[in-house]
């Protein structure tokens, strides 16, 4: 069970910080990430980490979206800087045995229900 939280609307230029907490007591054994939909676009992966602490980025967010996560508070974060209106989506948090699965598939065992992040120009 992912609750997402941190969603709002801002100004480009702006900061957020997403958080993600999960239910039950494998956290630290499911490697995690955000996925995020815009409006009329499919979801689209965004950052992903392993249980290692290992980060993958996709292009766009690299240098102003970083991904962390608290395997002692069960909670994913995804700290973004520097928005920009093309960052309005609604962000989900997801959780997979398998990296892969995250960072290429689209794919995971478990997901959030989303929070809401909207950028004005």
């Known amino acids: 069970h992912l609750v997402e939280s941190g969603g709002g609307l801002v100004q480009a230029g702006d900061s957020l910080r997403l958080s993600c907490t999960a239910s039950?007591?494998?956290?630290?054994?499911?490697?995690m990430g955000w996925f995020r939909q815009a409006p009329g676009k499919e979801r689209e992966f965004v950052a992903a980490?392993?249980?290692?602490?290992?980060?993958t980025n996709t292009d766009s967010v690299k240098g102003r979206f970083t991904i962390s996560r608290d395997n002692v508070k069960n909670t994913l974060y995804l700290q973004m800087i520097t928005l920009e209106p093309e960052d309005t989506a609604v962000y989900y948090c997801?959780?997979?045995?398998?990296?892969?699965?995250?960072?290429?598939?689209?794919?995971?065992?478990?997901w959030g229900k989303g929070t809401l992040v909207t950028v004005s120009s």
């Open positions: 980490i392993d249980r290692a602490g290992g980060v």
């Open positions: 039950g007591r494998s956290f630290d054994y499911y490697h």
């Open positions: 997801a959780a997979s045995r398998t990296i892969v699965d995250l960072t290429t598939g689209g794919r995971a065992d478990y």
